[in-house]
């Protein structure tokens, strides 16, 4: 209970929840969209997702900042690719903040005027950008584990033993192919902050992919994607050893 309370005293931990029930909400209304006999539920899982959208909308007004601040400080990192990635993926972030605070004015009626759909697509460009340079670092640091994994003579005979054990075909058709796997696995599995954060950004990237036309799916598929994205979001909060460092 407790750690629930302090979950929910951030507003990050009540942007999660939001965000889950959000598109638990899209993913459930597209399996129902057959129905005839849920037609009213689905009408109300509408309106739902529609109220919790808004309601990050209205968390996330003071994110811009944050995020400008995130890329200050990232400036300061001395491996220059770390530097580099996040550096840019944070001032993407605060420039999809912008557009997101933009539309949340319109929305409200304070700036009526506006092209929704040109901001809309901006801020899914934004994101887009945001997302493809934290992945770029999580492969980053994911390669760095494994060059590092590959010097350690104890994970060498580890290895040795794992193949020698299991002779595997794709050994055959791919040299070192079952080795790399290997490495892969055993690499992210010492470093689960890293495999959850690439787990995270790989399932968020469907949503501006679809948005902007780049890869057309389906609600369902969305739905799904901001789903797992946003539990994954809610455990890297409540365990912040899970959260990804820098």
């Not at 959000?22 to 529609?50: D, F, I, T, W």
């Not at 794992?162 to 599995?189: G, M, W, Y």
Request: some cysteine.
């Amino acid at each position: 209970m407790e750690s629930f309370v302090k979950f929910t005293n951030q507003s990050q931990g009540r942007d999660r929840i939001f965000r889950t029930t959000q598109y638990a909400c899209a993913l459930v209304k597209y399996l129902l969209r057959n129905n005839s006999a849920r037609k009213e539920l689905v009408v109300k899982l509408q309106s739902l997702e529609s109220n919790m959208s808004s309601g990050r909308k209205l968390f996330r007004l003071g994110n811009t900042v944050n995020s400008i601040d995130a890329a200050k400080r990232t400036l300061q990192l001395s491996d220059p690719v770390l530097r580099l990635c996040l550096t840019v993926a944070n001032l993407n972030r605060a420039l999809y903040f912008i557009c997101d605070n933009v539309l949340w004015a319109r929305n409200v009626g304070l700036v009526p005027g506006i092209d929704k759909e040109r901001w809309s697509l901006n801020a899914s460009r934004c994101y887009f950008l945001s997302l493809v340079m934290s992945l770029t670092r999580d492969v980053y640091v994911i390669t760095q584990t494994m060059v590092q994994r590959t010097r350690d003579r104890q994970f060498q005979q580890k290895m040795d033993q794992h193949l020698n054990d299991n002779p595997d075909v794709a050994t055959v058709i791919v040299p070192q192919l079952d080795a790399v796997l290997f490495l892969l696995f055993e690499s992210l599995k010492s470093h689960p902050s890293v495999a959850l954060d690439t787990l995270k950004n790989i399932c968020d990237l469907f949503i501006p992919l679809d948005r902007l036309g780049v890869y057309r799916s389906n609600p369902g598929v969305v739905g799904f994607c901001g789903l797992i994205s946003s539990l994954l979001g809610i455990v890297s909060v409540l365990h912040p050893s899970l959260k990804i460092q820098p």
